[in-house]
């Protein structure tokens, strides 16, 4: 797979960043001495460093000032003051795409000014390990190569979907939040089979590999996961007697709460304070 022919900088080198760096490298998407980043913290520099062999600064300047696509990896709470040390030193020519949840395209346009055309994206944490579920939404001045360039570079560190910016808030409930209420339910699974005599190590082996694998069934087979459970679920057999444990303990009604909250959640940060 031949490069994007861009180099990249990062204002942000924590693990987001580096999964990101990571991921674009073992595609073969970016070579080291195209790709940068900056952070203040020593140690973040250092793994950026260890785990890509690009360089890291503690200069944001440096990243604004070299690169062709800036991604912008901070913390929410930390946007305005690297917008405003980052602004002066922008171009209008750079594609500047935001993974900072809540951090609206309008937010963006005010705090860098006139300079660089804006990508909004919602990646989640599984882009460590090449698994991400992203969205993304690009600005009104963003063109089709910057959104095509977008989808190429996260779509190379797992499944990527273009949506408006108004429904990133719904993605942030689901798969922003989401890994870690499968995380509660792969170690539900897992104390289940504890509390059935099962080894705690096989237990969760177990339950995680279930998950993965009736994930994997989903995507692959592109069948609804209801037609893919009834197959499962034999005539008053074992699984059926658990199913109905589940709809009486109201699991389903929870996991959509959960996604509301979270989605109701990421609305309330989004707005202008």
């Not at 946007?79 to 309008?106: H, I």
């Not at 339910?185 to 082996?205: H, K, Q, Y």
Request: glycine share 12%.
């Amino acid at each position: 797979m031949g490069g994007v022919a861009q180099r990249i900088g990062f204002l942000g080198a924590g693990q987001m960043a580096q999964a990101l760096a990571r991921g674009w490298r073992s595609a073969g998407l970016v070579a080291a001495e195209n790709l940068t980043a900056s952070d203040p913290n020593p140690a973040a520099r250092a793994a950026f460093t260890d785990g890509t062999g690009a360089a890291c600064t503690p200069d944001n300047r440096v990243v604004v000032g070299t690169s062709d696509v800036v991604v912008l990896a901070v913390k929410p709470q930390a946007m305005a003051d690297l917008l405003d040390e980052a602004r002066p030193f922008g171009r209008p020519d750079q594609l500047v795409v935001s993974v900072a949840a809540g951090v609206t395209l309008a937010t963006l346009r005010r705090g860098l000014g006139p300079n660089g055309r804006l990508v909004r994206v919602m990646a989640n944490t599984p882009c460590l390990v090449g698994a991400s579920a992203t969205a993304f939404a690009p600005g009104d001045d963003a063109t089709a190569e910057d959104a095509a360039l977008v989808e190429r570079l996260f779509g190379a560190v797992g499944k990527v979907v273009r949506l408006p910016e108004h429904l990133l808030d719904a993605v942030t409930g689901l798969s922003g939040s989401g890994p870690a209420f499968v995380y509660l339910v792969v170690e539900a699974l897992a104390d289940g089979g504890v509390r059935m005599g099962l080894p705690r190590d096989v237990a969760l082996t177990l339950a995680a590999q279930t998950v993965l694998g009736a994930a994997k069934m989903v995507l692959d087979t592109q069948e609804h996961p209801g037609v893919l459970k009834d197959r499962v679920a034999s005539p008053a057999g074992t699984t059926i007697a658990g199913l109905h444990a589940l709809e009486r303990a109201g699991v389903r009604g929870a996991l959509i709460d959960a996604v509301q909250a979270a989605a109701l959640r990421a609305q309330e940060l989004s707005r202008p304070t």
